[in-house]
Every structure is written in C-alpha cells, then in structure tokens.
C-alpha cells in the first residue's frame, strides 16, 4: 500500500548546542572553489537515511552536543545514528541505529552524547530545506548557516502513515547494520602515504607510536592535533595546491592538521600522510580531547576497506528495500535504483 | 612515465604530464615545462579538457596555481587507470593554449581607492619602487585572466603588469573586508567574503563579487578577463551591494559598464 505525500509539521524545542541541517555534501563544487562539506561523519549520515528507506544523499539533521527535543503532527518514522547518545520517546529509552515508528504527538529527546561530536537523525520522507548548489549542507564561510534554533517548525513530506506490529506495541527491525565502535580511549586511524612522507625521515614511526590529542580549535574544516611532528627536509616553498580531504598537514609551527570536508580547498603546506578514505568519517567524530594514533597501510588496503564499508551499506539497503516492500513501508523512488554504490557517499 | 609519440601526424605533441597519488581517492596532475606561465595556461586547458571528458571515476576537481588535484572514486578506477585515461584525453585534445574560447567574458570592476579601502597602497607601490598613482595606473591598465576559483569562489587572477613581485604581508590579517581588492606577486584576488588573507589591499570594489541567493552565486569563470577602474569614493554609495555582471559587448570601457540589474530566483530563507 502507498499513500501519498502530506506535509508533516515538526517542531523543534531544543536545538542542543549546534544542529543544522545536513546531507553527504556538495557535488562538482570544488572546482569553483566551494568545498564539498557535508556530514564529517558520512557513513552515520548515510545509515540514518537508510534505516529510514531515504536515499544516502537526503537532507537529514547534523546534532552537535547538548540536548535536542522535537514533536511531530504526525506520525514520523525516524533514525538517530552517530556516537552514542540516549535517545528517548515520551521518557521511555529507545534504540540508536535502527527505525523508530513514532505515533503523533510523541517527545523525542536526543541527550548526553558521549564518545565524539556528532548524531544524524533522519525522517521518512523529505525534509523541507533551502539548498545551495544542490546540497541542504551548511556553508557558513558564504552565508549559509542552514542552523536550526529552538522553537523552529520544520516541515518535512513524508508518504509514512503510522506502523505497528501486529503482536508487539513497537516493532522489532532486525536489520544489518554494521555500527562504528567508538569505545575506545586511543582510536586507531589509518593511513596511507602524502605527497611529502618520504621527505620526513621519522614521521612513519612517530604517527605510529605516538599518542595524539584532539585540540580545542577543531571543527569542520580541519582537526588540530597536540603531539609531536617533524618537519620534512629539503622542501622550498610549495606552490598552492589542491589538498584532498583527510590530509595531514605540518604547517610552520609544531602542530598537526588533518584536514575536514569543508577545507580551506588549496595549501601550500607539506602533506606527511593522507586518512584511509574508510577512516574519514572516524576522523569526523573526533571531539577535543579525543585521543587517536595511525597505522600505516597500503593503498590496496585502503581501498579494499572502503569496499567493505560500501558493500555493508549496499546490503543494508538491500536488506531494508525487502523489509520495507514487505511490510508496506515506504522507501523513497530513487532508493530502488540505489543498489549499485553511490560515489559520492560514504 | 610518459605518453609516447602519437602515430599519428595529426594527434599534438601532448606536454609530459606527471600523476602523483594524493592519499588512495587523488591524484595531483602538473604539466611539466619550464615555462610557469605555459604551465599556468596549459594547467587551465587541462582543467577545461577534464571538465569536458569527465573521466570515468572523477568526483571533482580542485585547482591550484600550478596544478589540479582531481579527487575520483578508488572504487570505480585506480591511480593508474585515471592517469592514463587523462593521458589519452590529453592526447587528443591537447594543451596548447587556444584561441579565446566564444564564452569568455570580461568584467570591468569599480574600485574604490583611499586610507580606508587601500591599507596596502604605500607599500606595494614602495616595493615595486612607483608613485601609488603610477601604480594603480599599472593595475588598472592591466587586463586579468581568472586562473582559478579560490576559497568561497574568489577569483584568482594572474596578468597584473606590475615590473616586479609584490610580497605577501609579514603578519597575515585575521580579517580583510569582502570586496578587497588584494595582491600578490603579479596575481590578484578580490575577497569575495569577510575572512583572513595574507594578501596586500590595494582597494575595494562596492559591488557584490558573489552572493549564494544567486544562481550561478558569481557571473565570472574561470578563463573570464577582468579589468579594474578606480572610481571616486562618491560613487561608493551609487554601487554598493550591486550584484557584479559581465560588461556587456560593445559597452565602451569608461566605466559604465556594470550595470546594477536586480536579480536572483532565491529559494533561500
């Protein structure tokens, strides 16, 4: 059974510390200098839209810290993902990383994130937002905060009309979904190979044995880590030059930089290591203090994460394109020619 | 690695191109010569040759002031394979600077000199050893070539006829005004939103360089030629905020020819 589209009214009324709305970013955007952006944590973005039966790149809501709280007119279906967080419906805990069926009416609160920066929450449907070139994701260098301030009423247009088990008052999805660990004190981040590693005698061991502390003046554009660098040799001045996301940067001072989503686009400063693309939505979890180390691998190693990252979203697609279909749940039109990875996610 | 000679007469001479990978989803492109402004040129062509063919595999592209950084999905191709499909594009289509392509435009942007908008004025005039008028009569009678869109979409120009380099300020600003009109060695940028530079201000224009409720939020591109006209400061107040558009073909260069059209089809807040 398919309904059609109504617009459903949700009012937000706590916006935690920072929230925006958010999607996996900008595409063909950087060659006119405006940098992709887009969820640091793009695979908890694009499990959340999922989960939901949303296409990966769908505008959902980025919750940076604090408490968040929002009711529907309707009922909803939604998703939290990201780093740990009590989630609660009308007081009553519930779970992260699986669809949650809300009546109308129903309080949800979204509080005490622990372990890194960031939850998405996504809604069956659309969510009403502006865009700039194509994408809901901020970009406040340019005039485009896209932050959500308590009290506002998002509307969001959604064929979701309510669901229940026929023997359980809250369903019980079992769907496969591979959940980042966030658990532990020192992450581990892969790496692989910059431009300038070979030009930095000791940089190999130094980012494998040392400990590194997320500094306080991190955020979307580069995380600022306290540890020790060395400085490559031999460099004259370097040209400045298109910089990829995940580099990490000796700039002239002794301080490391690993760059964000929403990078300043070009630099001219020594790239000692670049993140293993399956590491990068780790590396946007990272709050201050957040203690991390590398590991060295091949670039055949890094790619080969990155399949198995992709394939466990393909199959979870999979898996809730099924479910949803069987149940009667809706899944949004581009969903269904989804199931070959997209580019741009994840 | 190189692409060997073509067999046939009529493919170019492609230039050497070097393909270096930056981390497993980049990889950096630079022509190699030992002309920079034929690397420049030759950087823009490949840029446009890219945009173009759109190799199997290519996300995006970000250019430098010598070189591309193309960004491609490591689960669609490898370093090698893209390198070598560029190397075929290349190949066919060549490098050599052409003709101005039909599309360029040219802007003639107003500028506004004076102790407020021109901190910088003294002493790059100073160091290319110029009275400031003189100078200025330089710049504005240089013609401009946006090589790049640098951050938030400033256009990065190169040509300024200046007879020597002008350094980079000794203490970066943690805040330059947008419409700054700033150089640096003989490239200018203008400051299209407020932010830190370490670029020299020489003037500021009071038009609207880029503005998101815009659609393309700037009317200039890459390859597009800029001129620049100081103005009276009285005039200032007559421009400001207007939205920066080509000069239309035929308007004479007297500095008539912005024209401050009301526009913009914004679906933002």
């Known amino acids: ?346 | 690695m190189t692409t060997h000679t073509a067999p046939a007469e009529r493919l170019h001479h492609p230039p050497e191109l070097e393909a270096e990978p930056f981390g497993d989803s980049a990889l950096m492109l630079r022509v190699k010569n030992d002309d920079g402004d034929f690397r420049r040129a030759a950087g823009r062509r490949l840029r446009d040759v890219l945009l173009e063919v759109r190799p199997y595999g290519v996300l995006d592209i970000v250019a430098g002031v010598e070189s591309l950084l193309v960004e491609f999905d490591c689960l669609a191709v490898t370093h090698e394979q893209l390198a070598q499909t560029i190397r075929l594009a290349v190949a066919g289509s060549g490098l050599e600077p052409g003709a101005p392509s039909a599309s360029q435009a040219l802007f003639v942007i107003p500028m506004v000199v004076g102790e407020e908008f021109s901190p910088d004025l003294q002493d790059v005039a100073e160091e290319l050893g110029l009275s400031p008028e003189a100078m200025l009569q330089q710049f504005q009678s240089s013609v401009l070539t946006i090589n790049l869109l640098a951050a938030a979409m400033a256009p990065m120009m190169g040509g300024v006829q200046f007879p020597g380099q002008v350094s980079r300020c000794v203490e970066p600003r943690t805040n330059v005004e947008p419409g700054s009109v700033m150089v640096a060695g003989t490239n200018a940028i203008i400051q299209p939103f407020p932010g830190p530079s370490g670029w020299k201000v020489i003037g500021r224009t009071p038009l609207t360089i880029c503005d998101i409720r815009e659609d393309p939020a700037t009317s200039y591109k890459p390859g597009d030629l800029v001129r620049f006209d100081v103005v009276p400061e009285s005039e200032w107040s007559r421009l400001e905020g207007q939205f920066l558009r080509a000069t239309p073909e035929g308007v004479a260069s007297d500095g008539t020819g912005w024209n401050g059209a009301e526009g913009g089809n914004s679906d933002l807040p």
């Open chain 1, 1 to 346: 059974m398919t309904f059609p589209e109504h617009a459903i009214s949700i009012k937000v009324s706590e916006a935690g510390w920072l929230s925006t709305f958010q999607d996996l970013g900008r595409e063909n955007s950087e060659f006119m200098g405006v940098p992709c952006g887009g969820a640091a944590d793009q695979y908890s973005a694009a499990v959340a839209n999922i989960l939901v039966g949303n296409s990966r790149k769908a505008a959902c809501l980025e919750i940076m810290g604090g408490r968040f709280a929002f009711t529907a007119t309707h009922d909803v279906m939604c998703a939290a993902t990201g780093v740990p967080a009590e989630v609660t419906v009308n007081g009553d805990p519930v779970g992260m990383w699986e669809p949650l069926c809300l009546p109308a009416g129903a309080r949800v609160v979204i509080a005490k994130a622990s372990g890194g920066m960031r939850n998405y929450l996504a809604f069956s449907g659309e969510l009403e937002t502006a865009r700039f070139m194509g994408s809901a994701a901020p970009e406040s260098r340019m005039g485009f905060p896209q932050q959500l301030a308590p009290g506002q009423t998002l509307t969001l247009h959604s064929r979701y009309r309510g669901f229940t088990h026929p023997f359980l008052t809250q369903p019980l999805f079992r769907l496969p979904v591979p959940v980042p660990n966030f658990s532990p004190d020192v992450w581990t981040i892969d790496v692989v190979d910059g431009p300038e590693t070979d030009r930095t005698p000791g940089i190999r061991k130094l980012l494998s044995s040392s400990h590194y502390t997320v500094g306080a003046k991190s955020n979307h554009v580069g995380l600022r880590l306290d540890g020790p660098v060395v400085h490559p040799e031999g460099l004259g001045e370097i040209v400045s030059h298109g910089v990829p996301i995940g580099a990490f940067e000796i700039p002239h001072g002794d301080e490391l930089i690993i760059l964000g989503r929403s990078r300043t686009l070009t630099a001219g400063y020594p790239i000692v290591a670049v993140a293993a693309k399956a590491s990068l939505s780790m590396l946007g979890q990272a709050s201050p203090g957040r203690k991390m180390t590398f590991r060295w691998i091949s670039n055949e190693q890094a790619v080969e994460q990155y399949r198995e990252q992709q394939r466990g979203l393909v199959n979870l697609e999979e898996h809730v394109h099924a479910l949803f279909a069987a149940v009667g749940l809706p899944v949004a039109a581009s969903f269904a020619a989804a199931s070959s990875p997209s580019p741009a996610a994840a």
